[in-house]
């Protein structure tokens, strides 16, 4: 079982954590069968490698909201109000990769001015934490995800063209078997590595959590419901996860 509070101070320090044998082997079967089956269907529209809002196609990557491994740590890192912001599988062969530029997500949340650091002191605290499963074994030919140790204090995005690096550390690349799982800070310099393989596929299964302020990004984002069915087979804890929360500040 994996300790809570020290995830959450490696996490704080590297901006990542590499958590090791989170899902079984029959897990990892089941998931894998699931991700062939939405790439027998139609595109998402966000291109040939990504297929979105798998909860809606598979009930066996409902289990993965609330998965006991790693939840307490979401919820550690996001607060007990936190939910689901984005599910997705990803499916990359050779020469392919999503997102092969090192960037942070979206935009820097907390930009800082030139020669400028956080005090030591201070935790960059996410908004929104990203996650990998891994549903195969992933070696650096593979194309694993990349990530700079301790960006997400940085204050900015990679300069273009200069090395990837940050206070001395360049990019790690988190190899792992199947079932292992990446998770990091949205601000980390990260990219999902080319794959470099001759004849094989990389197969992630990458879920993304926000504070209860953070939008849900499940298109086409207005007027978007989850089936009745889902919320009614979640249990309390995946119900919220999923956005059912009581009355707030704002509404």
């Known amino acids: 079982m994996t300790d809570v509070s020290a995830a959450v101070e490696r996490f704080h320090r590297d901006g990542y954590l590499v958590l090791r044998g989170v ?11 699931g991700v062939e089956r939405a790439f027998d269907g139609p ?28 939840i307490d740590i979401i919820e550690a890192l996001l607060g007990s109000d936190c939910h689901l912001i984005a599910d997705s599988s990803l499916k990359t062969g050779p020469t392919q990769s999503v997102a092969p530029g090192f960037h942070a997500d979206e935009t820097v949340r907390f930009p800082l001015p030139e020669g400028v650091e956080l005090d030591p002191r201070i935790i960059m605290h996410p908004f929104v934490v990203n996650m990998n499963f891994y549903l195969v074994d992933v070696d650096e030919e ?65 879920g993304a959590y926000g504070r209860r302020w953070v939008s849900q990004r499940f298109y086409p984002f207005i007027n978007r419901s989850i089936s009745e069915e889902i919320l009614e087979r979640a249990n309390p804890r995946r119900r919220r996860l999923l956005g059912v929360h009581p009355r707030g500040a704002y509404g």
């Open 23 to 33: 899902l079984s082997g029959d897990e990892v079967a089941v998931l894998r069968e």
């Open 43 to 70: 595109d998402s529209g966000y291109g040939p490698c990504i297929r979105t809002a798998m909860f809606e196609r598979d009930p066996a990557f409902e289990s993965l909201i609330d998965h006991p491994s790693v």
């Open 142 to 206: 593979l194309g694993p995800t990349e990530l700079v140790p301790g960006s997400h204090r940085s204050g900015r995005n990679p300069a273009p063209g200069a090395p990837v690096e940050y206070k001395g550390n360049g990019p790690v690349m988190a190899t792992g078997s199947a079932g292992d799982t990446i998770m990091w800070h949205d601000q980390t310099w990260h990219r999902g590595a080319p794959n470099r393989s001759q004849d094989r596929w990389r197969y992630v299964q990458q």
